[in-house]
């Protein structure tokens, strides 16, 4: 079959977004064996081209160009294929949508893209060697964070890990202050199998005042920006409204993109 059938046949021809926006899917699955990862699959890249991708993109009824928010890199670690997600990022930069890349990966080859779009730099902790025990095959958040810093992104500070102590996420964003002015904080999701590989039941009772007390003390001891959705660094990154409202589902953190303003004024 044509490839351009095919793309109409896809998935992302199809699926309604997600808070975020779009998700395309460089891959699905990952060898990396990140500890809490709930992918227990192994990789499988895209059986699309990154046009043809694009394309079954542009096919998707619910999709507006120029407008729908866009994230690359859930389900898989997409700089695992740095080639296809170098000209996924092309193709998708030429409908002129707001987009988000996700990695916890370094490649000073990509970053010429990055900087183009809102790249979030992904680690469960900035300590190296704790990091190490959790994501055994990624490289070190030392390295992750110079990267961030030459991308122009944000941390995405992701899982918050019941089994660290506060002090340590304290000491991370000690560290992540240094490379970034702006973080999200991400939840643990407790699948089955992330149950089984962390050796835990459920999360402990006061796992989400945890958040809470980051948040005040990046923006108390840093003047850090924390998002509380992904959602809100693609729109300040792009000087656009947040796509998913998130002024009006107490979501908001009144950043500097004051896109409350700019919707109330319209
Ligand atoms: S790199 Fe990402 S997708 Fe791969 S195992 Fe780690 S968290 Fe999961
Ligand atoms: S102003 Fe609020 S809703 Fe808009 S991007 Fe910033 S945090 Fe998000």
Known sequence: MDEFERAKRDDHAKRKPRPCGFTLHVAKGCSGGCLYCYVDS??????????????????????????????????????????????????????????????????????????????????????????????????????????????????????????IGIEEYKKSIDRIAEFTDRLILGNLRLTKTVKKKLGISSLPKKYYERKKILEEYAKKEYGLTVFRSACCSNALKHSVPCWNECWKKGFCVRCKNECFRISSSL
């Not at 987009?99 to 183009?116: M, W």
């Not at 300590?127 to 390295?143: A, G, H, N, V």
């Open 42 to 163: 192994p990789p499988k890249p895209a059986s699309l081209s990154p046009k043809a991708l694009v394309y079954a993109l542009t096919l998707n009824p619910y999709f507006e160009p120029g407008k729908s928010f866009v994230a690359v890199g859930s389900v898989c670690e997409p700089l695992d294929y740095p080639d296809y997600t170098s000209k996924l990022l092309e193709e998708l930069l030429k409908l002129g949508n707001p987009i988000q890349i996700s990695t916890k990966e370094v490649n000073y080859d990509l970053v010429g893209i990055l900087r183009k779009v809102d790249t979030l730099v992904s680690m469960c902790i900035a300590l190296d060697d704790i990091c190490r025990k959790f994501e055994p095959k990624r490289p070190p958040p030392s390295e992750r964070l110079e990267f961030c810093k030459e991308v122009g992104g944000g941390v995405f500070l992701r899982p918050i890990l019941p089994m």
